[in-house]
């Protein structure tokens, strides 16, 4: 009897030791990942997490056909997209001043002003509710309001498509990049952990 317990108490202490190493060794993953990101890479992924706020209140349509089905342009109503406009635009901005003169910047300050733009758009149509593109159709008195009504959810939709491109190039240029002779740069290797770790998956 006793050398059953003291064989149960044996695993015990080796499966809680195991358990500790592992959680041990997570812990010091996650701060090689920050460690191994440059300066410039830890601001561009914080610019995109606030950035990611915007595209995830909007729907981005894959394609023209998809759009005219009706589905409405955002998933919240437009106050709420403003707030969140207005909310993370002070941060964003000191960001992105931050940074060199690089694609990444630019992929940054693009896809800003696509959801800016694309809300003052929104604003000329909005009804303090989420908007139905069908909807918008018939909201006009006269044939030339009608048929500048009916673009604005045209222009909307661009805007955030346009948005979500400048995103995902500015993800990527982020994220694992391989060098010529087939390795991998182990500081992107480390931001694209860090960019998924950031969005709640595992790398």
């Not at 601001?43 to 997490?49: K, L, P, Q, T, Y």
């Not at 915007?54 to 998809?66: M, Q």
């Not at 940054?108 to 694309?118: E, M, N, V």
Request: glycine share 4%; aromatic share 8%.
């Amino acid at each position: 009897m006793k050398r059953v317990f003291l064989a149960l108490l044996i695993f015990c202490s080796s499966s809680a030791l195991a358990q500790a190493q592992s959680l041990a060794h997570r812990g010091r993953g996650n701060s090689q990942i920050i460690e191994d990101a440059t300066a410039d890479q830890v601001v561009g992924a914080r610019a995109i997490s606030l950035l990611k706020r915007l595209d995830d209140d909007v729907i981005v349509y894959k394609s023209l056909e998809d759009f005219e089905e009706g589905r409405t342009l955002a998933r919240v109503p437009f106050e709420t997209f403003q707030s969140d406009l207005l909310e993370i635009t002070p941060e964003l901005q000191k960001l992105v001043s931050s940074l060199p003169d690089t694609p990444l910047r630019a992929d940054l300050i693009d896809a800003f002003a696509s959801f800016r733009d694309g809300a003052d758009w929104w604003e000329k149509v909005s009804e303090s509710r989420v908007v139905n593109v069908s909807e918008l159709k018939s909201r006009a008195d006269s044939t030339s309001d009608a048929l500048f009504v009916a673009g604005i959810p045209y222009t909307v939709a661009a805007h955030w498509r346009q948005a979500n491109n400048c995103l995902q190039r500015a993800m990527k240029d982020l994220g694992f990049q391989a060098k010529r002779d087939g390795s991998i740069d182990s500081r992107r290797a480390a931001l694209g952990c860090f960019m998924n770790h950031l969005y709640g998956t595992c790398c």
